[in-house]
């Protein structure tokens, strides 16, 4: 028989642009509206669920400012900067846990601070090795704070304690442009080390100049045909300098007088373009000048819910494999970085996600980005001195000025446990005060605070597809919802010129995915723009289902996918909707 054209209904496929649109209304954009832990992958920008994490060390002072991954043979150095000091967490090639190493100088202060963690090769007579080379800024809160705080160095294949660069203290922070160490601070400082000596700072090719009148506060190695170079950031300006030799050594260059940025960590190197955040907009230098970096999908909702007074924190990394670079940052209230902003080279679009990370160091050597967290159990180190009686595993302790109580999760030594809150839900690091004395409520015992010291954790990222603590292994929920495509905005092709007054009912969805574990799918919709959303029961679906057959009528229409198991995983491929007229006119 002959088939009639009416009898063939059409059929479309989410056509949805890659990248997160947050800044403007929800029925404006041709983007996703939402996601959480996706990204956006090849050509077609399909979405993708994130790596999972594995956590490898609980026991960092933190919360960590900065972290470096130095490796040499199977095994890797996690070295961190807090305000509690330097550490080190060794593990292997594959990510498996090894010690832990105190590297704090003698006679530290404990304040919080933003860190720059280097290393370079020290030829010293007496000291030949590759040394890790730290410095802390004065004040987490400032980035304009002039005071100068020292250097500090330790041998990188070592586990002793760093050791303060003699006559060596700045503002601003460090930069190894082997074979010179460089520093910076305050009204445009910027000095370097003899060469190949790190801890040489007068005499031989050493020496320093005043190149603008604001405090440079950050600096990155530049590839330069005529030697070492570097791209030199203060608070108004990006300068470049390089090697010249000869009796100046260096020379410096403005690229320009009208810049800005938001914190000293939060730039990054991808593949000889440098990306920042400035105060207001997201920045490069590409091609010898400084550009703006469009973002007309986020760019408001980065301003509008960063916590500004807690600035310094902002920190940038990028996972090269998915060309990404990531901003995290303090989002609303937070004190600390707790969502993260992610621009995709390859695509050029923007998209976010929530987590919580403080530091990191991207995947060089070895092949995993490394990032730094609280404890995913809360635990705080206390000492106590002169403790009396029994304090075991298990007991309750009770301060007796706080009234807060911490559980003893387990005895480091005779003066020293790990402990963590009481409720559970108490905030992190708050429990005890040093000075107060605490009372063991399961035994007789108790003694003086000593110190009470918040522990971080190291985690391996883009690791296997859940979340791995040391406590236990969870699934990871990762979702993406599309654009509005209803009859009113040009069907499935979204904010088409014309449309229909027609609400549309979606018939079936063909679902083509790469996927383990199940998923759901969910109708999302309104009648107008500013009516409220009507979200249909989830649909489950695996890898064999061939349709999904299903009768929601919205005039204004998203779908939210979503997987939510444990090895759960997926990419989206063509997915085909059918769509036809609904029973409804508005």
Same mark, same amino acid.
């Given at each position: 028989?002959?088939?009639? /054209?009416?009898?063939?209904?059409?059929?479309?496929?989410?056509?949805?642009?890659?990248?997160?649109?947050?800044?403007?209304?929800?029925?404006?954009?041709?983007?996703?509206?939402?996601?959480?832990?996706?990204?956006?992958?090849?050509?077609?920008?399909?979405?993708?669920?994130? %790596?999972?994490?594995?956590?490898?060390?609980?026991?960092?002072?933190?919360?960590?400012?900065?972290?470096?991954?130095?490796?040499?043979?199977?095994?890797?150095?996690?070295?961190?900067?807090?305000?509690?000091?330097?550490?080190?967490?060794?593990?292997?090639?594959?990510? =498996?846990?090894?010690? *832990?190493?105190?590297?704090?100088?003698?006679?530290? +202060?404990?304040?919080?601070?933003?860190?720059?963690?280097?290393? /370079?090769?020290?030829?010293?007579?007496?000291?030949? =090795?590759?040394?890790?080379?730290?410095?802390?800024?004065?004040?987490?809160?400032?980035?304009?704070?002039?005071?100068?705080?020292?250097?500090?160095?330790?041998?990188?294949?070592?586990?002793?304690?760093?050791?303060?660069?003699? &006559?060596?203290?700045?503002?601003?922070?460090?930069?190894?442009?082997?074979?010179?160490?460089?520093?910076?601070?305050?009204?445009?400082?910027?000095?370097?080390?003899?060469?190949?000596?790190?801890?040489?700072?007068?005499?031989?090719?050493?020496?320093?100049?005043?190149?603008?009148?604001?405090?440079?506060?950050?600096?990155?190695?530049?590839?330069?045909?005529?030697?070492?170079?570097?791209?030199?950031?203060?608070?108004?300006?990006?300068?470049?300098?390089?090697?010249?030799?000869?009796?100046?050594?260096?020379?410096?260059?403005?690229?320009?007088?009208?810049? +800005?940025?938001?914190?000293?960590?939060?730039?990054?190197?991808?593949?000889?373009?440098?990306?920042?955040?400035?105060?207001?907009?997201? /920045?490069?230098?590409?091609?010898?000048?400084?550009?703006?970096?469009?973002?007309?999908?986020?760019?408001?909702?980065?301003?509008?819910?960063?916590?500004?007074?807690?600035?310094?924190?902002?920190?940038?990394?990028?996972?090269?494999?998915?060309?990404?670079?990531?901003?995290?940052?303090?989002?609303?209230?937070?004190?600390?970085?707790?969502?993260?902003?992610?621009?995709?080279?390859?695509?050029?679009?923007?998209?976010?996600?929530?987590?919580?990370?403080?530091? &990191?160091?991207?995947?060089?050597?070895?092949?995993?980005?490394?990032?730094?967290?609280?404890?995913? *159990?809360?635990?705080? @180190?206390?000492?106590?001195?002169?403790?009396?009686?029994?304090?075991?595993?298990?007991?309750?302790?009770?301060?007796?000025?706080?009234?807060?109580?911490?559980?003893?999760?387990?005895?480091?030594?005779?003066?020293?446990?790990?402990?963590?809150?009481?409720?559970?839900?108490?905030?992190? %690091?708050?429990?005890?005060?040093?000075?107060?004395?605490?009372?063991?409520?399961?035994?007789?015992?108790?003694?003086?605070?000593?110190?009470?010291?918040?522990? %971080?954790?190291?985690?391996?990222?883009?690791?296997?597809?859940?979340?791995?603590?040391?406590?236990?292994?969870?699934?990871?929920?990762?979702?993406?919802?599309? +654009?509005?495509?209803?009859?009113?905005?040009? &069907?499935?092709?979204?904010?088409?010129?014309? %449309?229909?007054?027609?609400?549309?009912?979606?018939? @079936?969805?063909?679902?083509?995915?790469?996927?383990?574990?199940?998923?759901?799918?969910?109708?999302?919709?309104?009648?107008?723009?500013?009516?409220?959303?009507?979200? +249909?029961?989830?649909?489950?679906?695996?890898?064999?289902?061939?349709?999904?057959?299903?009768?929601?009528?919205?005039?204004?229409? @998203?779908?939210?996918?979503?997987?939510?198991?444990?090895?759960?995983?997926?990419?989206?491929?063509?997915?085909?909707?059918?769509?036809?007229?609904?029973?409804?006119?508005?």
């Amino acid at each position: 028989g002959t088939i009639l /054209m009416a009898e063939i209904k059409e059929v479309f496929q989410i056509t949805t642009p890659a990248g997160v649109k947050r800044d403007g209304t929800q029925l404006d954009g041709d983007n996703y509206v939402d996601a959480q832990w996706c990204r956006f992958i090849r050509r077609e920008g399909r979405p993708k669920k994130m %790596g999972g994490y594995q956590e490898v060390n609980s026991l960092l002072p933190g919360p960590s400012r900065a972290i470096l991954v130095w490796t040499r043979g199977d095994f890797n150095s996690i070295v961190s900067g807090s305000q509690f000091g330097i550490n080190q967490a060794n593990i292997d090639k594959n990510g =498996g846990a090894g010690p *832990s190493y105190d590297r704090t100088p003698v006679g530290w +202060s404990t304040f919080d601070g933003a860190w720059t963690l280097d290393s /370079m090769y020290d030829d010293a007579v007496g000291s030949q =090795g590759t040394i890790i080379v730290a410095h802390r800024t004065n004040n987490i809160g400032s980035i304009d704070d002039p005071s100068p705080t020292p250097v500090y160095y330790g041998l990188a294949n070592d586990t002793s304690i760093f050791t303060a660069i003699p &006559g060596l203290s700045v503002s601003g922070g460090i930069v190894c442009i082997s074979p010179y160490l460089v520093y910076y601070g305050s009204d445009g400082l910027v000095g370097w080390s003899d060469i190949n000596q790190p801890q040489t700072l007068t005499g031989g090719d050493s020496g320093s100049d005043r190149i603008t009148g604001a405090k440079v506060v950050k600096g990155l190695p530049l590839r330069s045909a005529s030697g070492p170079a570097a791209l030199l950031w203060s608070l108004d300006s990006v300068i470049r300098m390089d090697y010249v030799g000869g009796a100046a050594i260096f020379k410096f260059s403005t690229v320009t007088a009208q810049s +800005s940025i938001l914190s000293q960590n939060s730039v990054i190197e991808y593949d000889g373009d440098y990306f920042w955040i400035g105060i207001d907009r997201f /920045m490069a230098y590409s091609g010898g000048k400084v550009i703006e970096v469009p973002n007309e999908l986020s760019k408001n909702y980065f301003f509008d819910n960063l916590n500004f007074s807690q600035r310094q924190k902002v920190w940038a990394t990028k996972i090269p494999r998915f060309g990404e670079i990531i901003w995290f940052f303090p989002f609303g209230d937070s004190v600390e970085c707790n969502k993260a902003v992610v621009f995709n080279m390859n695509l050029k679009t923007w998209y976010d996600f929530d987590l919580s990370r403080t530091a &990191g160091y991207y995947s060089q050597v070895f092949n995993r980005p490394v990032w730094a967290s609280t404890n995913s *159990s809360d635990l705080m @180190r206390l000492t106590i001195s002169a403790p009396t009686g029994t304090i075991s595993a298990g007991d309750t302790l009770r301060g007796n000025t706080t009234d807060e109580l911490g559980f003893v999760q387990f005895v480091e030594s005779a003066t020293s446990f790990l402990v963590r809150p009481l409720p559970v839900s108490e905030a992190w %690091g708050t429990v005890f005060s040093v000075g107060e004395t605490v009372t063991n409520l399961s035994q007789v015992g108790g003694g003086m605070v000593d110190s009470v010291v918040p522990l %971080g954790s190291a985690y391996i990222h883009e690791k296997g597809l859940n979340a791995i603590t040391m406590n236990e292994e969870t699934a990871i929920e990762s979702w993406f919802e599309t +654009s509005d495509f209803g009859y009113p905005t040009g &069907g499935s092709q979204p904010n088409g010129i014309k %449309g229909l007054n027609r609400w549309a009912r979606l018939a @079936r969805i063909e679902p083509d995915f790469i996927m383990e574990g199940d998923m759901t799918v969910e109708v999302i919709g309104r009648e107008f723009a500013q009516s409220p959303d009507i979200t +249909s029961e989830p649909f489950t679906f695996d890898s064999t289902t061939g349709k999904i057959d299903l009768r929601e009528q919205r005039r204004q229409i @998203r779908l939210r996918f979503t997987s939510n198991t444990l090895n759960g995983n997926y990419e989206m491929g063509r997915t085909i909707l059918h769509i036809e007229p609904g029973d409804t006119r508005s």
